[in-house]
């Protein structure tokens, strides 16, 4: 498989901090899999509420 492109720059950007996920830096595989669960990335939620892990939309939708 080939590594994406912009890997170094999302990483640089991406909030998550969860350490064990392989799909950190690949944003495209990261959006596919939360969607998949109804779910939103990491960067949708601010450090403290993406510290929770709660990728819900419905938690989202209680933030915004
Ligand atoms: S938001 Fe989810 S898929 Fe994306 S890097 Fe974090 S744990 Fe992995």
């Given at each position: 498989?080939t590594k994406c492109?912009n890997?170094k720059?999302?990483?640089k950007?991406?909030?998550c901090t969860?350490?064990p996920c392989?799909?950190?830096g ?5 959006i ?6 109804n779910?939103?990335?990491a960067?949708?939620f601010?450090?403290?509420d993406?510290?929770i892990?709660n ?10």
């Open positions: 498989m492109q890997f720059n999302n990483l950007l991406c909030n969860y350490e392989s799909r950190k690949i944003c495209c595989e990261c596919s899999y939360h969607r998949q669960q779910e939103l990335p960067c949708y601010s450090q403290k993406e510290k892990y990728r819900t939309i419905s938690f989202f939708k209680t933030k915004n």
